[in-house]
C-alpha cells in the first residue's frame, strides 16, 4: 500500500513557476514509476508527465514538453513536478500516481494509487 500527498499548488500569474510535490509511505516507492495527472473543471483527468522508477526515464504530454519537468529524489520518497512558463489552461487539480509497472505510462488505469490532488490556478 502507498499513500500519497501531493503539496506546492496555489494561485501564480500567467508566465510564472510553480513546484509540486509528492510525498509517498511506504518502503517500496523506489520501484514504482511515478506519474502526473490534471484534471480541470468539466475536462476528463489527462496526463502530465511520469518517470520511471530510477529516473532514468521520462515522458511528457505534448502540452507541458519543455516547460514542465518531473524528477524524483527516492531517499526522500517524493516526486517533483516543475512547472515553468504557466498559463491558464494549465490551471487544474494535479494529482500525483504510482504504477506498479515498470514502463512509465500516459494511461491513468494503469496507476495503482492516486493523491487527493493540489490546485494550481494561473491568472491571465
Known amino acids: 500500500q502507498v499513500q500519497l500527498v501531493e503539496s506546492g499548488g496555489g494561485l501564480v500569474q500567467a508566465g510564472g513557476s510553480l513546484r509540486l510535490s509528492c510525498a509517498a509511505s511506504?518502503?517500496?516507492?523506489?520501484?514504482?514509476?511515478m506519474g502526473w495527472f490534471r484534471q480541470a473543471p468539466g475536462k476528463e483527468r489527462e496526463f502530465v508527465a511520469a518517470?520511471?522508477?530510477?529516473?532514468?526515464?521520462?515522458y511528457y504530454a505534448d502540452s507541458v514538453k519543455g516547460r514542465f519537468t518531473i524528477s524524483r529524489d527516492n531517499a526522500k520518497n517524493t516526486v517533483y513536478l516543475q512547472m515553468n512558463s504557466l498559463n491558464a489552461e494549465d490551471s487544474a487539480v494535479y494529482y500525483c500516481?504510482?504504477?506498479?509497472?515498470?514502463?512509465?505510462?500516459?494511461?491513468?488505469?494503469?496507476?495503482?494509487?492516486w493523491g487527493q490532488g493540489t490546485q494550481v490556478t494561473v491568472s491571465s
Open positions: 518517470i520511471r522508477w530510477n529516473g532514468g526515464s521520462t
Open positions: 500516481a504510482a504504477d506498479r509497472g515498470m514502463v512509465t505510462t500516459s494511461i491513468p488505469q494503469r496507476y495503482d494509487y
Open positions: 511506504g518502503r517500496t516507492f523506489s520501484t514504482y514509476t
